[in-house]
């Protein structure tokens, strides 16, 4: 197992880390923890040190499973992230409660890595005003905690507004060779990095998306390296970035463990012919998106409050990859119905304002027929 070193932090920590959100589960939708536990016990045993949980992961079973696997082995043996559920705060005697709940759930005395949970621009705003960075800090000194940090869904702006707010222990983003543009994105990465601050990275699978390309993306890959999986070449990517401290994969099965294991038990970072085959595959993939939305959100803010870039990530996600699940998800539960491109009022300022020169009032139409048409299917 490849590790890295945390030189602010003082520690180091494996560059493959367990995310504990997707345990095998039973036909009732529990963990199955007889086959979880069979994956921690071989990811403990090789070297897999840094396990990723939440309070709100497997409905709160998942810190429950986690902290009684893990109590068997030697406590300095291994990192325990967790996150307080920043949306059920609203003080800070809930974010105390949340807190010690968690302890007991994990019987532990302290949590490694303590992040906010999925910040936002609201939510960083609430946690701020209610001083719930300094009770952390609080914590800290405490023993109770040792590293600070947060987790974060919002676009590059509110990143930049987190991160340089106060002194940070590390950050975790969601950052793949398709979502370098995409919320914090690589920008965020870079200006982590220049900050200093170490990084954590989740989704580098796009959720497993780019383990199962399309079948003629799959074999220009293979010409390159027929023996590699679909989900190494990901999973590289993102390691070969150095200010990445930990790649967080949520390890289903054993045939996933074991393939990510071979790639960060022989980690190489990707070469110069290997970069450009993954960009190559990057632009193969969005030829299959259904406008050319960058993200560089010039159109934004719309007088109707429709968040546009957002709209057309969703809708070219489902373009690419033709996930009927996973778009409903997101249009659901990540596209408030404000922000949705049913609001649009056709002003048109927003396509004056495109340097793709998409017809952005078109494909809005478009767009909020076709997703509304995935929640009734």
Same mark, same amino acid.
């Given at each position: 197992?490849?590790?890295?070193e945390?030189?602010?932090n003082g520690?180091?920590? +494996?560059?493959?880390?367990? &995310?504990?959100? #997707? *345990?095998?589960?039973?036909?009732?939708?529990?963990?199955? =923890?007889?086959?979880? /536990?069979k994956?921690?016990?071989?990811a403990?045993?090789r070297?897999i040190?840094?396990f990723?949980?939440?309070?709100?992961?497997?409905?709160?079973q998942?810190?429950?499973?986690?902290?009684?696997?893990?109590?068997?082995?030697?406590?300095?043996?291994?990192?325990?992230?967790?996150?307080?559920p920043?949306?059920q705060v609203?003080?800070?005697?809930?974010?105390?409660q949340?807190?010690?709940?968690?302890?007991?759930?994990?019987?532990?005395?302290?949590?490694?890595f303590?992040?906010?949970?999925?910040?936002?621009?609201s939510s960083?705003d609430?946690m701020?005003r209610?001083?719930?960075?300094?009770?952390?800090? +609080?914590l800290?000194k405490? &023993?109770?905690? #040792? *590293?600070?940090?947060?987790s974060?869904?919002?676009?590059f =702006?509110?990143?930049? /507004?987190?991160?340089k707010?106060r002194?940070?222990?590390?950050?975790?983003?969601?950052?793949?060779?398709?979502d370098?543009?995409y919320?914090?994105?690589?920008?965020?990465y870079?200006?982590?990095?220049?900050?200093?601050?170490?990084?954590?990275?989740?989704?580098?699978?796009k959720?497993?998306?780019?383990?199962a390309?399309?079948?003629?993306?799959?074999?220009?890959l293979?010409?390159v390296?027929?023996?590699a999986?679909?989900a190494?070449?990901?999973?590289?990517?993102?390691?070969s970035?150095?200010?990445?401290?930990?790649?967080?994969s949520?390890?289903?099965?054993m045939?996933?463990?074991?393939?990510?294991?071979?790639t960060?038990?022989?980690?190489r970072?990707?070469?110069?012919e290997?970069?450009?085959?993954?960009?190559?595959?990057?632009?193969?993939?969005?030829?299959?998106?259904?406008?050319?939305c960058?993200g560089?959100r010039y159109?934004?803010?719309c007088?109707?409050?429709?968040?546009?870039?957002?709209?057309f990530?969703?809708?070219?996600?489902?373009?690419?990859?033709?996930?009927k699940?996973?778009?409903?998800?997101?249009?659901e539960?990540?596209?408030?119905?404000?922000?949705?491109?049913?609001?649009?009022?056709?002003c048109?300022?927003?396509?004056?304002?495109?340097?793709?020169?998409?017809?952005?009032r078109?494909?809005?139409k478009?767009?909020q027929q076709?997703?509304?048409s995935l929640l009734?299917s």
């Amino acid at each position: 197992m490849v590790y890295r070193e945390l030189k602010k932090n003082g520690v180091s920590v +494996s560059l493959l880390g367990y &995310g504990c959100m #997707r *345990f095998p589960t039973d036909i009732d939708g529990r963990i199955d =923890e007889a086959e979880a /536990e069979k994956l921690l016990d071989l990811a403990y045993s090789r070297g897999i040190n840094y396990f990723d949980t939440a309070y709100n992961y497997h409905s709160g079973q998942s810190e429950l499973f986690v902290g009684r696997v893990l109590s068997k082995y030697d406590r300095g043996s291994y990192y325990i992230a967790d996150k307080l559920p920043c949306w059920q705060v609203k003080n800070l005697d809930d974010a105390e409660q949340a807190f010690n709940e968690q302890l007991e759930r994990l019987q532990t005395d302290y949590i490694d890595f303590y992040l906010l949970h999925t910040l936002n621009k609201s939510s960083w705003d609430r946690m701020a005003r209610l001083g719930v960075p300094e009770f952390f800090d +609080s914590l800290k000194k405490q &023993g109770k905690i #040792r *590293f600070f940090g947060f987790s974060f869904h919002d676009d590059f =702006e509110v990143f930049e /507004e987190i991160l340089k707010s106060r002194e940070w222990d590390f950050c975790q983003i969601q950052l793949n060779y398709m979502d370098v543009n995409y919320q914090a994105g690589i920008k965020g990465y870079r200006l982590a990095e220049s900050m200093g601050v170490p990084m954590m990275v989740m989704e580098p699978v796009k959720g497993g998306k780019l383990a199962a390309l399309p079948d003629e993306v799959t074999a220009e890959l293979r010409k390159v390296n027929p023996k590699a999986s679909v989900a190494s070449w990901a999973l590289r990517w993102v390691g070969s970035l150095p200010n990445v401290k930990v790649v967080l994969s949520g390890m289903t099965t054993m045939e996933q463990l074991l393939d990510n294991l071979n790639t960060f038990d022989n980690f190489r970072p990707l070469n110069k012919e290997e970069y450009q085959m993954i960009d190559r595959v990057s632009d193969a993939l969005r030829t299959r998106m259904n406008n050319g939305c960058t993200g560089c959100r010039y159109c934004m803010p719309c007088p109707a409050g429709v968040d546009i870039p957002l709209n057309f990530h969703v809708w070219n996600e489902y373009g690419v990859f033709k996930d009927k699940g996973r778009a409903a998800w997101l249009w659901e539960d990540f596209v408030s119905d404000s922000k949705r491109a049913k609001n649009c009022i056709s002003c048109g300022r927003c396509e004056q304002a495109c340097p793709q020169n998409i017809k952005i009032r078109e494909d809005l139409k478009l767009l909020q027929q076709e997703l509304d048409s995935l929640l009734k299917s």
